[in-house]
Protein backbone atom coordinates (compact mmCIF):
# COMPACT_ATOMS: atom_id res chain seq x y z
CA UNK A 1 0.00 0.00 0.00
CA UNK A 2 1.77 3.32 -1.11
CA UNK A 3 2.17 6.09 1.93
CA UNK A 4 0.46 9.25 1.60
CA UNK A 5 1.90 12.49 1.64
CA UNK A 6 0.83 14.96 3.93
CA UNK A 7 1.66 18.37 1.89
CA UNK A 8 0.31 20.68 4.81
CA UNK A 9 3.22 19.17 6.94
CA UNK A 10 5.66 19.43 4.99
CA UNK A 11 5.24 22.56 3.81
CA UNK A 12 5.24 23.63 7.77
CA UNK A 13 8.68 22.08 8.07
CA UNK A 14 10.16 23.74 5.48
CA UNK A 15 8.74 27.22 6.88
CA UNK A 16 9.99 26.17 10.20
CA UNK A 17 13.66 25.19 8.95
CA UNK A 18 13.30 28.18 6.81
CA UNK A 19 12.80 30.42 10.00
CA UNK A 20 15.79 28.44 11.94
CA UNK A 21 18.07 29.04 8.90
CA UNK A 22 16.99 32.98 8.75
CA UNK A 23 17.42 33.14 12.48
CA UNK A 24 20.58 31.58 12.74
CA UNK A 25 22.39 33.45 9.60
CA UNK A 26 20.92 36.61 11.54
CA UNK A 27 22.67 35.56 14.61
CA UNK A 28 26.20 34.90 12.75
CA UNK A 29 25.94 38.27 10.78
CA UNK A 30 28.38 40.44 12.50
CA UNK A 31 26.66 43.61 11.20
CA UNK A 32 23.40 42.45 13.22
CA UNK A 33 22.14 44.35 16.18
CA UNK A 34 22.25 41.18 17.88
CA UNK A 35 26.09 40.50 17.38
CA UNK A 36 27.02 44.11 18.32
CA UNK A 37 25.03 43.49 21.62
CA UNK A 38 26.77 39.85 22.10
CA UNK A 39 30.16 41.14 21.77
CA UNK A 40 29.54 44.03 24.19
CA UNK A 41 28.31 41.42 26.77
CA UNK A 42 31.02 39.43 26.08
CA UNK A 43 33.67 42.58 26.96
CA UNK A 44 31.54 43.47 29.96
CA UNK A 45 31.59 39.47 31.58
CA UNK A 46 35.26 39.86 31.52
CA UNK A 47 36.34 41.14 35.28
CA UNK A 48 38.44 44.18 34.99
CA UNK A 49 37.64 45.18 38.40
CA UNK A 50 40.27 46.66 40.48
CA UNK A 51 42.07 45.42 42.75
CA UNK A 52 42.90 42.53 40.25
CA UNK A 53 41.74 43.30 37.15
CA UNK A 54 41.58 40.61 34.51
CA UNK A 55 43.65 42.65 32.00
CA UNK A 56 44.99 39.74 29.49
CA UNK A 57 41.71 38.48 29.00
CA UNK A 58 40.47 42.05 28.12
CA UNK A 59 43.70 42.15 25.44
CA UNK A 60 43.06 38.82 24.57
CA UNK A 61 39.07 39.77 23.24
CA UNK A 62 39.90 43.32 22.10
CA UNK A 63 42.96 41.86 19.94
CA UNK A 64 40.49 39.52 18.75
CA UNK A 65 38.58 42.34 17.43
CA UNK A 66 40.86 43.32 16.14
CA UNK A 67 41.98 40.68 13.82
CA UNK A 68 37.82 40.39 12.71
CA UNK A 69 38.58 43.80 11.36
CA UNK A 70 41.52 44.12 9.82
CA UNK A 71 43.25 46.43 12.05
CA UNK A 72 46.61 46.73 12.84
CA UNK A 73 47.39 46.16 16.79
CA UNK A 74 50.44 46.04 18.71
CA UNK A 75 50.31 45.58 22.89
CA UNK A 76 52.43 47.96 24.59
CA UNK A 77 53.27 47.36 28.31
CA UNK A 78 54.97 50.52 29.99
CA UNK A 79 54.19 48.44 33.22
CA UNK A 80 54.67 44.86 33.52
CA UNK A 81 51.39 43.49 33.53
CA UNK A 82 49.25 46.15 32.12
CA UNK A 83 48.77 45.67 28.70
CA UNK A 84 47.81 48.66 26.36
CA UNK A 85 46.35 47.58 23.41
CA UNK A 86 46.73 50.14 20.09
CA UNK A 87 45.09 49.68 17.25
CA UNK A 88 45.38 51.26 14.51
CA UNK A 89 43.68 51.86 10.70
CA UNK A 90 45.78 53.24 8.18
CA UNK A 91 44.97 56.19 6.08
CA UNK A 92 45.70 56.98 2.76
CA UNK A 93 47.47 59.66 3.74
CA UNK A 94 49.90 59.16 6.26
CA UNK A 95 51.26 62.95 6.66
CA UNK A 96 47.41 63.75 7.83
CA UNK A 97 47.69 64.07 11.64
CA UNK A 98 45.80 60.81 13.26
CA UNK A 99 42.68 60.43 15.23
CA UNK A 100 42.77 59.04 18.56
CA UNK A 101 39.62 57.13 20.11
CA UNK A 102 40.94 56.48 23.31
CA UNK A 103 38.91 54.13 26.08
CA UNK A 104 39.77 52.34 28.99
CA UNK A 105 39.61 48.48 30.19
CA UNK A 106 39.20 48.88 33.65
CA UNK A 107 36.72 49.34 36.09
CA UNK A 108 35.76 50.11 39.57
CA UNK A 109 35.18 47.39 42.50
CA UNK A 110 31.79 46.23 43.32
CA UNK A 111 29.52 45.56 46.09
CA UNK A 112 27.57 42.57 44.70
CA UNK A 113 25.02 42.22 47.14
CA UNK A 114 24.08 45.64 46.27
CA UNK A 115 23.11 44.83 42.98
CA UNK A 116 19.50 43.19 41.38
CA UNK A 117 21.61 41.05 38.63
CA UNK A 118 25.65 40.30 38.75
CA UNK A 119 27.81 42.77 38.14
CA UNK A 120 29.87 40.58 35.79
CA UNK A 121 26.70 38.64 34.18
CA UNK A 122 25.57 41.60 31.31
CA UNK A 123 22.00 40.23 32.47
CA UNK A 124 19.76 42.09 29.82
CA UNK A 125 16.19 42.59 31.86
CA UNK A 126 12.87 42.81 30.00
CA UNK A 127 13.21 46.65 29.13
CA UNK A 128 16.68 45.91 27.29
CA UNK A 129 18.71 47.39 30.11
CA UNK A 130 22.32 45.63 30.30
CA UNK A 131 23.25 45.55 33.96
CA UNK A 132 27.03 45.32 34.39
CA UNK A 133 29.96 47.28 35.66
CA UNK A 134 31.64 49.41 33.00
CA UNK A 135 28.50 49.24 31.24
CA UNK A 136 28.64 52.86 31.51
CA UNK A 137 32.28 53.51 32.47
CA UNK A 138 33.69 52.94 29.95
CA UNK A 139 33.67 49.45 28.30
CA UNK A 140 30.70 50.41 26.16
CA UNK A 141 32.66 53.46 24.06
CA UNK A 142 35.41 51.22 23.42
CA UNK A 143 33.31 48.43 21.66
CA UNK A 144 31.07 51.39 19.63
CA UNK A 145 34.63 52.57 18.51
CA UNK A 146 34.76 48.97 17.03
CA UNK A 147 31.30 48.45 15.97
CA UNK A 148 31.52 51.75 14.24
CA UNK A 149 34.62 51.00 12.75
CA UNK A 150 32.86 47.50 11.57
CA UNK A 151 29.89 49.18 9.88
CA UNK A 152 32.35 51.87 8.47
CA UNK A 153 34.70 48.78 6.83
CA UNK A 154 31.32 47.27 5.41
CA UNK A 155 30.60 50.49 3.84
CA UNK A 156 33.66 50.49 1.59
CA UNK A 157 34.71 53.55 3.67
CA UNK A 158 38.50 54.23 3.41
CA UNK A 159 39.95 56.60 5.43
CA UNK A 160 41.99 59.73 4.64
CA UNK A 161 43.61 60.00 7.87
CA UNK A 162 44.43 57.22 10.39
CA UNK A 163 42.48 56.42 13.23
CA UNK A 164 44.06 55.00 16.25
CA UNK A 165 42.13 53.21 19.26
CA UNK A 166 43.71 53.11 22.47
CA UNK A 167 42.95 50.40 25.37
CA UNK A 168 44.61 51.77 28.13
CA UNK A 169 44.55 50.34 31.79
CA UNK A 170 44.77 52.14 35.55
CA UNK A 171 42.17 54.99 34.22
CA UNK A 172 40.52 54.54 37.76
CA UNK A 173 43.32 54.61 39.62
CA UNK A 174 44.46 57.56 38.43
CA UNK A 175 46.06 56.45 35.04
CA UNK A 176 49.57 56.39 36.03
CA UNK A 177 50.59 53.33 34.50
CA UNK A 178 48.28 53.96 30.92
CA UNK A 179 46.90 56.63 29.79
CA UNK A 180 49.73 59.16 31.13
CA UNK A 181 53.23 56.87 29.72
CA UNK A 182 51.21 56.83 26.32
CA UNK A 183 51.03 60.42 26.58
CA UNK A 184 54.71 61.32 27.64
CA UNK A 185 56.04 58.15 24.88
CA UNK A 186 57.57 58.06 21.46
CA UNK A 187 55.28 56.48 20.26
CA UNK A 188 52.46 59.19 20.47
CA UNK A 189 54.72 61.32 18.78
CA UNK A 190 55.11 58.68 16.31
CA UNK A 191 51.37 58.36 16.15
CA UNK A 192 50.71 62.79 14.78
CA UNK A 193 47.80 62.91 16.71
CA UNK A 194 45.78 65.60 15.90
CA UNK A 195 42.68 65.22 18.17
CA UNK A 196 41.56 62.88 21.05
CA UNK A 197 38.16 61.75 21.52
CA UNK A 198 37.85 60.51 25.15
CA UNK A 199 35.40 59.42 27.55
CA UNK A 200 32.61 61.84 28.90
CA UNK A 201 29.46 61.17 30.79
CA UNK A 202 25.60 59.42 30.05
CA UNK A 203 22.57 62.38 30.00
CA UNK A 204 19.69 62.02 31.39
CA UNK A 205 17.60 63.44 28.74
CA UNK A 206 18.43 64.23 24.85
CA UNK A 207 20.65 66.05 24.89
CA UNK A 208 24.60 63.90 25.13
CA UNK A 209 27.18 65.81 27.11
CA UNK A 210 30.42 67.11 25.53
CA UNK A 211 33.24 68.14 27.91
CA UNK A 212 36.21 70.77 26.79
CA UNK A 213 37.83 70.27 29.94
CA UNK A 214 37.73 68.87 32.91
CA UNK A 215 38.65 69.91 36.88
CA UNK A 216 41.98 68.53 38.08
CA UNK A 217 42.70 66.34 40.96
CA UNK A 218 44.88 67.54 44.02
CA UNK A 219 44.64 64.81 46.74
CA UNK A 220 45.66 66.58 49.94
CA UNK A 221 46.86 65.07 52.81
CA UNK A 222 47.45 67.46 55.65
CA UNK A 223 49.74 66.16 58.80
CA UNK A 224 50.15 68.03 62.18
CA UNK A 225 52.85 66.96 65.16
CA UNK A 226 52.64 68.22 68.67
CA UNK A 227 53.85 66.91 71.98
CA UNK A 228 51.68 63.68 73.05
CA UNK A 229 50.03 64.41 76.67
CA UNK A 230 47.29 62.93 79.58
CA UNK A 231 43.43 63.17 78.36
CA UNK A 232 42.90 65.44 81.32
CA UNK A 233 45.35 68.09 80.45
CA UNK A 234 44.11 70.83 78.24
CA UNK A 235 47.59 71.80 75.83
CA UNK A 236 48.22 74.81 73.14
CA UNK A 237 49.16 73.56 70.10
CA UNK A 238 48.11 69.32 70.35
CA UNK A 239 48.29 67.75 66.98
CA UNK A 240 44.41 67.25 67.27
CA UNK A 241 43.88 70.87 68.01
CA UNK A 242 46.17 71.96 64.80
CA UNK A 243 44.24 69.73 62.53
CA UNK A 244 40.96 70.78 63.55
CA UNK A 245 41.65 74.53 63.15
CA UNK A 246 42.73 73.54 59.91
CA UNK A 247 39.41 71.64 58.95
CA UNK A 248 37.40 74.52 60.41
CA UNK A 249 39.08 76.85 57.81
CA UNK A 250 39.01 74.37 54.70
CA UNK A 251 35.24 74.16 55.81
CA UNK A 252 34.80 77.32 55.32
CA UNK A 253 36.52 77.86 52.07
CA UNK A 254 34.37 74.73 50.90
CA UNK A 255 31.01 76.68 51.94
CA UNK A 256 31.92 80.13 50.20
CA UNK A 257 33.02 77.72 46.72
CA UNK A 258 29.35 75.74 47.27
CA UNK A 259 27.52 79.16 47.84
CA UNK A 260 28.21 80.26 44.07
CA UNK A 261 26.90 77.12 43.22
CA UNK A 262 23.80 77.17 45.14
CA UNK A 263 23.35 80.94 44.35
CA UNK A 264 23.66 79.68 40.21
CA UNK A 265 26.59 82.41 39.71
CA UNK A 266 28.65 79.05 38.87
CA UNK A 267 28.57 75.58 37.62
CA UNK A 268 29.97 72.95 40.14
CA UNK A 269 32.41 72.38 37.49
CA UNK A 270 33.79 75.92 37.77
CA UNK A 271 34.56 76.32 41.15
CA UNK A 272 37.64 74.69 43.34
CA UNK A 273 35.38 72.10 45.42
CA UNK A 274 37.24 70.54 48.43
CA UNK A 275 35.94 67.23 50.42
CA UNK A 276 37.52 65.76 53.07
CA UNK A 277 37.72 61.68 52.74
CA UNK A 278 39.75 60.86 55.64
CA UNK A 279 40.80 61.26 58.93
CA UNK A 280 43.38 59.50 60.97
CA UNK A 281 44.45 60.06 64.71
CA UNK A 282 44.62 57.99 67.61
CA UNK A 283 46.85 55.37 69.29
CA UNK A 284 44.87 52.05 68.95
CA UNK A 285 44.43 49.49 71.67
CA UNK A 286 42.79 46.16 71.46
CA UNK A 287 39.28 47.54 72.10
CA UNK A 288 39.42 50.42 70.28
CA UNK A 289 41.50 53.64 71.29
CA UNK A 290 43.54 54.83 74.28
CA UNK A 291 41.11 57.45 75.35
CA UNK A 292 43.58 59.08 78.13
CA UNK A 293 46.54 59.94 75.80
CA UNK A 294 46.50 62.79 72.68
CA UNK A 295 48.20 61.04 70.16
CA UNK A 296 51.38 63.23 68.55
CA UNK A 297 50.11 63.16 65.32
CA UNK A 298 46.97 63.72 63.24
CA UNK A 299 46.48 64.00 59.83
CA UNK A 300 43.20 64.24 56.95
CA UNK A 301 43.11 63.58 53.24
CA UNK A 302 41.38 66.08 51.05
CA UNK A 303 39.99 65.35 47.55
CA UNK A 304 40.22 68.97 45.89
CA UNK A 305 39.46 69.72 42.24
CA UNK A 306 40.66 72.58 40.35
CA UNK A 307 38.87 73.71 37.49
CA UNK A 308 40.89 75.72 34.51
CA UNK A 309 40.04 79.17 35.46
CA UNK A 310 41.46 79.08 38.93
CA UNK A 311 44.51 79.87 39.69
CA UNK A 312 46.90 77.27 40.93
CA UNK A 313 49.22 79.64 42.39
CA UNK A 314 47.17 81.15 44.66
CA UNK A 315 45.67 78.03 45.88
CA UNK A 316 48.80 76.60 46.42
CA UNK A 317 49.75 79.72 48.64
CA UNK A 318 46.84 79.56 50.05
CA UNK A 319 47.25 75.99 51.55
CA UNK A 320 50.51 76.88 52.51
CA UNK A 321 49.95 79.71 54.74
CA UNK A 322 46.44 78.94 55.74
CA UNK A 323 45.35 75.65 55.25
CA UNK A 324 48.44 73.80 56.36
CA UNK A 325 51.41 76.54 57.95
CA UNK A 326 54.12 75.65 59.60
CA UNK A 327 53.77 77.84 62.43
CA UNK A 328 51.15 75.66 63.64
CA UNK A 329 54.03 72.24 62.95
CA UNK A 330 51.80 71.39 60.39
CA UNK A 331 53.12 69.72 56.99
CA UNK A 332 51.24 68.94 53.56
CA UNK A 333 51.95 67.12 50.61
CA UNK A 334 50.22 65.81 47.31
CA UNK A 335 49.15 62.16 46.85
CA UNK A 336 48.12 63.43 43.14
CA UNK A 337 48.50 66.77 41.32
CA UNK A 338 47.75 66.84 37.95
CA UNK A 339 48.79 70.55 36.60
CA UNK A 340 46.17 73.13 35.47
CA UNK A 341 48.31 74.55 32.88
CA UNK A 342 49.63 72.69 29.80
CA UNK A 343 53.01 72.75 28.89
CA UNK A 344 52.47 76.36 26.94
CA UNK A 345 51.37 77.57 29.99
CA UNK A 346 47.95 78.01 29.27
CA UNK A 347 44.80 76.45 30.77
CA UNK A 348 44.29 73.11 30.02
CA UNK A 349 41.35 73.08 27.51
CA UNK A 350 40.03 72.14 24.30
CA UNK A 351 38.56 75.05 22.28
CA UNK A 352 34.43 74.88 21.26
CA UNK A 353 34.55 77.29 18.41
CA UNK A 354 35.07 77.79 14.91
CA UNK A 355 38.36 78.24 15.71
CA UNK A 356 38.86 74.25 16.10
CA UNK A 357 38.04 72.32 13.26
CA UNK A 358 38.06 68.94 14.92
CA UNK A 359 34.60 70.78 17.22
CA UNK A 360 32.44 71.86 14.62
CA UNK A 361 33.27 68.69 12.52
CA UNK A 362 31.49 66.87 15.77
CA UNK A 363 29.14 69.37 15.88
CA UNK A 364 28.36 68.45 12.54
CA UNK A 365 28.70 64.77 12.50
CA UNK A 366 26.27 64.73 15.65
CA UNK A 367 23.71 66.59 14.04
CA UNK A 368 23.75 64.30 10.66
CA UNK A 369 23.39 61.39 12.81
CA UNK A 370 20.00 62.67 14.16
CA UNK A 371 21.96 63.82 17.67
CA UNK A 372 22.02 66.42 19.71
CA UNK A 373 24.62 68.15 21.74
CA UNK A 374 24.34 69.67 24.74
CA UNK A 375 26.26 72.93 25.46
CA UNK A 376 29.73 72.17 26.07
CA UNK A 377 31.00 71.90 29.56
CA UNK A 378 33.50 71.32 31.75
CA UNK A 379 33.78 67.84 33.85
CA UNK A 380 33.72 68.12 37.62
CA UNK A 381 35.31 64.09 37.23
CA UNK A 382 38.71 63.60 36.03
CA UNK A 383 39.36 61.78 32.94
CA UNK A 384 42.74 60.52 30.59
CA UNK A 385 41.72 63.28 28.18
CA UNK A 386 43.48 65.75 30.79
CA UNK A 387 47.17 63.71 29.95
CA UNK A 388 46.73 64.72 26.13
CA UNK A 389 45.17 68.21 26.92
CA UNK A 390 48.63 68.91 29.26
CA UNK A 391 50.86 67.57 25.83
CA UNK A 392 48.93 69.94 23.74
CA UNK A 393 46.42 68.52 22.14
CA UNK A 394 42.73 68.86 21.80
CA UNK A 395 40.59 66.51 23.59
CA UNK A 396 37.25 66.15 23.65
CA UNK A 397 34.98 64.30 26.12
CA UNK A 398 32.25 62.59 25.03
CA UNK A 399 30.04 59.14 25.19
CA UNK A 400 26.75 58.51 23.35
CA UNK A 401 24.58 57.80 25.73
CA UNK A 402 21.34 59.78 26.44
CA UNK A 403 18.56 59.19 27.85
CA UNK A 404 19.99 57.20 30.79
CA UNK A 405 20.69 58.03 34.79
CA UNK A 406 24.39 58.73 36.16
CA UNK A 407 25.04 55.58 37.02
CA UNK A 408 28.85 55.88 37.08
CA UNK A 409 30.55 54.14 40.25
CA UNK A 410 27.32 53.12 41.33
CA UNK A 411 25.02 49.89 42.12
CA UNK A 412 23.27 48.54 38.84
CA UNK A 413 24.84 50.52 36.47
CA UNK A 414 23.11 49.92 33.25
CA UNK A 415 22.64 50.51 29.55
CA UNK A 416 20.16 50.30 27.45
CA UNK A 417 20.93 48.00 24.22
CA UNK A 418 18.64 50.53 21.87
CA UNK A 419 20.67 53.41 23.46
CA UNK A 420 24.12 51.76 22.81
CA UNK A 421 23.08 51.06 19.59
CA UNK A 422 22.32 54.36 18.59
CA UNK A 423 26.28 55.35 19.86
CA UNK A 424 27.64 52.94 17.43
CA UNK A 425 25.59 55.23 14.86
CA UNK A 426 27.14 58.48 16.48
CA UNK A 427 30.66 56.96 16.22
CA UNK A 428 29.98 55.87 12.56
CA UNK A 429 29.09 59.43 11.91
CA UNK A 430 31.82 60.98 13.83
CA UNK A 431 34.74 58.90 12.97
CA UNK A 432 33.88 59.15 8.93
CA UNK A 433 33.80 62.72 9.10
CA UNK A 434 36.85 63.14 10.97
CA UNK A 435 38.92 60.69 8.78
CA UNK A 436 37.89 62.32 5.42
CA UNK A 437 38.92 65.86 6.65
CA UNK A 438 41.49 67.74 4.61
CA UNK A 439 42.47 71.06 5.80
CA UNK A 440 42.22 73.02 2.42
CA UNK A 441 38.37 71.82 2.21
CA UNK A 442 37.48 74.45 5.53
CA UNK A 443 38.72 77.87 4.45
CA UNK A 444 41.61 79.54 6.95
CA UNK A 445 42.49 75.76 8.05
CA UNK A 446 46.12 74.70 8.05
CA UNK A 447 47.48 71.94 9.32
CA UNK A 448 49.62 74.11 12.08
CA UNK A 449 46.17 74.88 13.75
CA UNK A 450 45.21 71.64 14.58
Not at 10 to 30: F, K, N, R, Y
Request: hydrophobic share 40%; with cysteine.
Amino acid sequence: MAASIDFRGVLHLCLISLLILSSTAAEEDPLSSSSAIARFQQYLRINTAHPNPRYNEAADFILSQAQSLSLESQTLEFVKGKPLILLKWPGSDPNLPSVLLNSHTDVVPTEDDKWVYPPFAAHIDAQGNIYARGSQDTKCIGLQYLEAIRRLKASGFEPVRTIYLSFVPEEETGGYDGAKKLAESDTLKDMNVGIVLDEGLTSPDENYKVFYAERSPWWLVIKATGAPGHGAKLYDNTATENLMKSVEIIRRFRASQFDLVKAGLRADSEVISVNMVFLKAGTPSPTGFVMNLQPSEAEAGFDVRVPPNADPESLERRIAQEWAPASRNMTFEFKQKVPVLDKFGRPVLTATDSSNPWWTLLEEAVKKANGKLDKPQINVGTTDARYFRVRGLPAIGFSPVAYTPILIHDHNEFLNKEEYLKGISIYESIIKAYASYVEHERSGSSKDEL
